[in-house]
Nanobody, 121 residues
């Protein structure tokens, strides 16, 4: 059974930094894109950042220059380093991985359980 285990998150003050990590466990055939989404109260879930298998990255405009996404293909992990945090970054952050768990199965999106990030002003 495939699982996505997130760690990190918490409460910080504006301007501080925080790191998130997500580890994929279980039998996996191929991991494609890995990344992070977030959902603030009363808002839709939105893409924060993602990274492809060859290392190409994409960021939401609101986090460019402040957040960095990275992955370790050998460990099947993806991380998000968040610097210069703002109160508007407050949300539940979800790890997202697009992968095929068997060679004959299609690619699918898998989600972590979510971790709360709260930035106080």
């Amino acid at each position: 059974q495939v699982q996505l285990m997130e760690s990190g998150g918490g409460l910080v003050q504006a301007g501080e930094s925080l790191g998130l990590s997500c580890a994929v466990s279980g039998r996996i055939y191929k991991i494609n894109t890995m990344g992070w989404y977030r959902q603030a109260p009363g808002k839709s879930r939105e893409l924060v950042a993602h990274i492809t298998s060859d290392g190409s990255t994409n960021y939401a405009d609101s986090v460019k220059g402040r957040f960095t996404v990275s992955r370790d293909n050998a460990k099947n992990t993806v991380a998000l380093q968040m610097n210069s945090l703002k109160p508007e970054d407050t949300a539940v952050y979800y790890c997202n991985v697009n992968m095929a768990i068997r060679s004959w199965m299609p690619n699918n999106d898998y989600w972590g359980q979510g971790t709360q990030v709260t930035v106080s002003s």
